[in-house]
């Protein structure tokens, strides 16, 4: 079993839907929780990063964590075309590097007009 | 934040024949750290290029396969030796702004294809 499970996709939803990405993990000893987004030829942007359980907002978008049920989520409101992108979680310990983070393997997401 | 210039973006290569890929940092870092994206999988982290020391190696991955350089505290360059086929992937360098891996910043990454 891996340590983080992301369902790949692809995923297909319309213009201005609310989009759910989600991942599992099996390590409760994970603090910090990211959301990269990728562009297709483009390296992974941080997009969010929370800390701990609960929600986090930016704009658009807002991470959940539910450290109850090892399970974290993404939501993307008003969903637009520009949103279309492999979306990646990521995790890592509160006194952790760089070098123990660990990734899920990505959710392709396309926005249709 | 952090802004990081990676080349080449992408590349085709002979079997046996090996690539250097460049990657550099518009501001001082302590550690940069290279990964290795196949289609479908997760990132996984080759090694850690530390400033004035031997770069760290993860399991699975030896550094006559993969040298590192890291001459200063901008720049970095991974070699893939005597490639193979096997080899073709996306690779990434990417620095830690934040205190233990929660603020990553990736390169454009380099598409490399073997035959």
């Known amino acids: 079993q891996k340590e983080v499970e992301q369902d790949p996709g692809p995923l297909s939803v319309p213009e201005g839907a609310i989009v759910s990405l989600n991942c599992t993990y099996s390590?409760?000893?994970?603090?910090?929780f990211m959301w990269y987004r990728q562009y297709s030829r483009k390296g992974p942007e941080l997009l969010m990063y929370t800390y701990s359980s609960g929600n986090k907002e930016d704009g658009r978008f807002t991470a959940q964590v539910d450290k109850s049920s090892k399970y974290i989520s993404l939501f993307i409101r008003d969903s637009q075309p520009s949103d279309s992108a492999t979306y990646l979680c990521a995790m890592t310990f509160s006194s952790g590097s760089a070098r123990q983070l660990t990734f899920g393997s990505g959710t392709q997401l396309t926005v249709l007009p | 934040s952090a802004v990081i210039s990676q080349k080449p973006s992408r590349d085709i290569c002979q079997r046996g024949t090996s690539l250097t890929i460049q990657c550099q940092v518009d501001s001082q870092v302590t550690m940069m750290f290279w990964y290795r994206q196949q289609p479908g999988q997760s990132l996984t982290l080759i090694a850690t290029a530390n400033q004035g020391s031997e770069a760290t190696y993860e399991s699975g991955f030896v550094i006559d396969k993969f040298p590192i350089s890291r001459p200063n505290l901008t720049f970095s360059t991974l070699t893939v030796s005597n490639m193979s086929p096997e080899d073709s992937s996306i690779y990434l360098c990417?620095?830690?702004?934040?205190?233990?891996?929660?603020?990553?910043?990736f390169g454009s990454g380099t598409q490399l294809s073997v035959l």
């Open positions: 990417s620095v830690d702004v934040g205190l233990g891996g929660e603020k990553l910043f």
């Open positions: 390590n409760s000893a994970f603090q910090y």
